[in-house]
């Protein structure tokens, strides 16, 4: 089991990435919107892709919607329940947004261009809950070196910049790439691991669905029997940028017991990666996403339910 690093540590020393289990490009997962302005100017360089990831779940077509209406500069849009996610099943096992194949998710990176040796910036709307940081995760999970989320997301580049592009008559698709990713399934866990772990799980939904007090998206209320609360804006501050390293490791290490791991769900597995990204931004080791999360949960109805506040399993 991982043993969590106290933070007069490393504030003190530096702390390598391996020794905190946490793979090399999660050192530094955000970018500022300055920085990218220089990045995207800085002529004889190669320039990241930059990928939209605006999504709303009660409106499948808000994303390349909102892209169309205005994006930063060569963003191209990434379509949340079409790109990064499969389909839902009938019987509801996956969740309501199934985490993609290896092949399908390969395929999708190929398409977009992507290759290891580029960088990848990600943003959203929603201080990345929605679903720049799936993406993040998802690029992760395949192994790529170096994938960085917009800190503050859309809104901090106007305020950097005061400017976006709006979508042309006919969109110049990327030039495929012969990319081949390597997918790490460690970072993963069952619903079966789910049910038998002993580890800390953390519901980054918002506490009164987490109560079981409301659900207006699933249709059972309540939590996994044992899981604590992490609603994803406890991660932010109120510009919508995320709260400094030191500040993120203090509060996530104070829901934490000293020895053990953390398996992160929610509704669906989008805004459960923003958790994930919280814990690399802090340095601390990354928790495994249960990625058909609650609704996923829920679809074998012999599977225990919790309500209420936090309790032991």
Known sequence: MAQYPDPAALAAASVSASSLLVPDQRQAPLIDASQLVTQLAMAG???PVVLDCRARLDDGEAGERLWREGHLPGAIHVDMDRDLSAAVREDGV???HPLPSHQATAELFRRLGITPEQQVVVYDDMGGQMAAARLWWMLTWAGHP???VLDGGIQAWNQAM???KRAPAQPVSPTPSDWQPSFDDSLLVSAQEVAATDDSL????GE???RGEQEPVDPVAGHIPGAFCRPTPSNLEANGRFKDRMSLMRELRSLLPAQGEVIAYCGSGISACQNILAFAIAGLPLPRLYAGSWSDWISDPARPVATGEASEK
């Open 202 to 205: 953390l519901d980054a939904r």
């Open 162 to 164: 005061g400017e976006l």
């Open 208 to 210: 009164a669905r987490f």
């Open 146 to 148: 170096d994938v960085r």
């Open 94 to 96: 996956g969740g309501r």
């Open 45 to 47: 360089l190669k320039s």
